[in-house]
């Protein structure tokens, strides 16, 4: 796969809210392919954030295909809500979930797409059973709940296993990561087979502006 192919998947999470439309306006613009909503209920994951509203607020000011990372308790309740509010794509947990392919069906009757993403200490291979179905697997690079985390060196082998099992299972399956991807961690991912990458705090800081953010991943996955 060439780096042109990679995607860029900018999570607002780290944006500044008070200016979201704008900074995801300007995401666009630089060229990111799709945004990333990180959705927490403080029991799956330690911490909140937010919900559907913010993806209807969205859906008016970007074309971008809008993904929902769901890191909440029974995730099959919230569906219609998501899909109503605009979004395009989810993505769901293994982890505390005892009947993912009820999730993953849910999703996929109602016309989106659907990954499934691991924490660290999950192997790839409780996917395996299930990827065909699946549009995405999302690798979890840090633990989930926050922002602004190291990216953890120890889940590169595992791209690569995920990688292996797409490859041999489910070819036209994405594997995206997320969680520490910056210009050192990107070209890493994607050397080890990840074709999407999330970035928050890489994207939306204080320090550079959003397109100058995704040129810089652009540049680094180049050289
Ligand atoms: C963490 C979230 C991530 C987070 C990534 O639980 O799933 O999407 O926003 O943020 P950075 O890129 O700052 O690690
Ligand atoms: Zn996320």
């Known amino acids: 796969m060439t ?3 990679v995607k860029l998947a900018p999570s607002i999470l780290a944006a500044d809210f008070a200016r979201l439309g704008e900074q995801v306006a300007e995401a666009e613009r630089a060229g990111a ?3 990333h909503i990180d959705v927490m209920d403080g029991h799956f ?3 909140l954030s937010m919900g559907a509203p913010v993806i209807s607020s969205l859906r008016r000011i970007t074309r971008l295909p ?3 990372h769901l890191m909440i308790l029974n995730p099959d309740f919230f569906v219609e809500e998501f899909v109503e ?3 395009d794509s989810f993505l769901v947990h293994w982890e505390g979930n005892n009947d993912l392919s009820r999730t993953v069906q849910c999703i996929k009757a109602a016309g989106k797409r659907v990954g499934v993403a691991i924490n660290p200490a999950t192997p790839p ?8 179905d699946l549009d995405q697997v999302l690798v979890m690079t840090v633990n989930p709940g926050f922002g602004h985390q190291h990216f953890l060196p120890a889940t590169l082998p595992k791209i690569r296993r995920a990688r ?3 490859d041999r299972i489910s070819p036209g399956c994405s594997l995206e990561v997320d969680g520490g991807i910056d210009s050192t961690t990107a070209p890493l991912a994607v050397a080890a087979g990840a074709d999407v990458l999330v970035a928050g705090s890489a994207i939306f800081n204080e320090s550079e502006s959003v397109t100058a953010a995704v040129q810089r991943l652009r540049s680094a996955l180049q050289s």
């Open 66 to 68: 809008l993904e929902a």
């Open 3 to 5: 780096t042109d192919a």
């Open 85 to 87: 509010a605009g979004t």
């Open 45 to 47: 994951v330690p911490n």
């Open 164 to 166: 292996e099992m797409i």
């Open 125 to 132: 291979t409780v996917l395996e059973e299930i990827l065909q």
């Open 33 to 35: 392919e799709r945004i």
